[in-house]
Structure formats: C-alpha cells, structure tokens
C-alpha cells in the first residue's frame, strides 16, 4: 500500500539536471548555480560587506531564467542587501508614473541655491546695475 501511495507522488516526466556548482567559503562568501533540462537557470553569489565593522552587510546577488506556462521568457536579477530587496525583469509590473511631482532638483543647484538664501549681502543687484546684468 505505501509503493502504490508514493508511485502517485513520481512526477511522469523527470527533468534532468544539466550543470549544478556550489561553493562555500570560509569567510561566508558563497556561490552556487544550476541549469536543468528544461531550460531552467539560476545563478546566485553571496557575501559579507564591510565585515567587522558597524557597517556591516550581507549582500546577494543572483538571476533567474525560465519560459512561462504561457512559452514566454522570464528572466529575473535581483540583489539583496542593507538596502532591502530589489528585483529587475521585463515581467515585473511597473509602478505608475507621477507627472505632477517635479523631477529632483539637482544636489550642486540645491547648495547654490541655499548658499544665495543664506548670504543675501552678496547679491549684487541693487549696484544700480540693469536687473540680468553679469556682476563679477
């Protein structure tokens, strides 16, 4: 009775394991990969950043391919870090884009402009200059 119970658990079709490789290290940093016959691959590396200070981090960075019930490509990146989860492929849906907000104003304009509010004595348009006048 339990041959016939674990016969109904066999998958009918076995896909077989073309390439597999996985390395540990000594000081964590790993490394492993594999490819099976069904056009499956996965590769994924592993380390310690800034190890042994307070900045410490675990980082990973991997990729995976394979084809959709559907027969379309997938192809996945992602790393993994003290930044969170961040994931890349074409499948992935896509955040809405906000055309209200401005763009970012630029960090060397934005000191400018904080510079010019916090020394107003040094504008020079009130030397009887025309307003847009260069003033070295």
């Given at each position: 009775?339990?041959a016939v ?6 998958p009918e079709?076995?896909i ?21 016959g ?27 391919a394979?084809?959709?019930p ?8 992602y ?14 849906p ?11 104003i630029?960090?060397?304009i ?11 004595e040094?504008h ?13």
């Amino acid at each position: 009775m339990v041959a016939v119970t674990l016969a109904g658990t066999i998958p009918e079709k076995v896909i077989p394991i073309l390439r597999q490789e996985s390395e540990v290290g000594i000081d964590g940093k790993y490394s492993s990969s594999f490819e099976t016959g069904n056009g499956i691959s996965a590769e994924e590396h592993g380390n310690l950043k800034n190890a042994g200070s307070e900045n410490a981090a675990e980082e990973v960075v991997g990729r995976v391919a394979y084809q959709s019930p559907e027969g379309i490509p997938i192809s996945l990146e992602y790393i993994a870090n003290e930044y969170g989860f961040q994931a890349k492929g074409d499948h992935l849906p896509v955040p809405p884009v906000d055309t209200n907000t401005p763009p970012p104003i630029p960090p060397a304009i934005l000191r400018s402009l904080e510079y010019n509010a916090a020394h107003p004595e040094e504008h020079h348009t009130d030397q009887g200059q025309e307003q847009g006048q260069y003033i070295p």
